[in-house]
């Protein structure tokens, strides 16, 4: 009684849609693991600890990205300039 409720999640801290080729990301919560290794919105994941992203899709890809708070997911990104680059991404617990 009387705490404002909140929402508390472990993961990379981005916002995420499936779309095409992966799970684009919308949105970089700054302070999150995707915005230390400098990831964008507008970057797509296509893979998901080597499987893809688009066979996961939006629920099964978001399961796989969420982990152990300290532990990291490794990603391959098709970043905005068309490059792609494979990555781990620190997962941080995200609060709000």
Do not use: C, M, N, W
């Not at 993961?11 to 995420?16: D, K, R």
């Not at 899709?57 to 708070?69: T, V």
């Amino acid at each position: 009684d009387g705490e404002t409720p909140r929402i508390e999640l472990v993961g990379i801290g981005a916002v995420l849609k499936a779309e095409g080729e992966g799970l684009t990301l919308i949105q970089v919560v700054p302070e999150g693991g995707a915005a230390v290794v400098q990831l964008v919105a507008g970057d797509v994941v296509l893979e998901i600890d080597g499987e893809s992203a688009a066979k996961l899709g939006f629920l099964g890809g978001i399961e796989r990205i969420r982990g152990p708070e300290g532990s990291s997911v490794h990603l391959k990104v098709k970043r905005l300039d068309g490059s792609v680059v494979e990555i781990d991404v620190p997962r941080r617990r995200i609060e709000k």
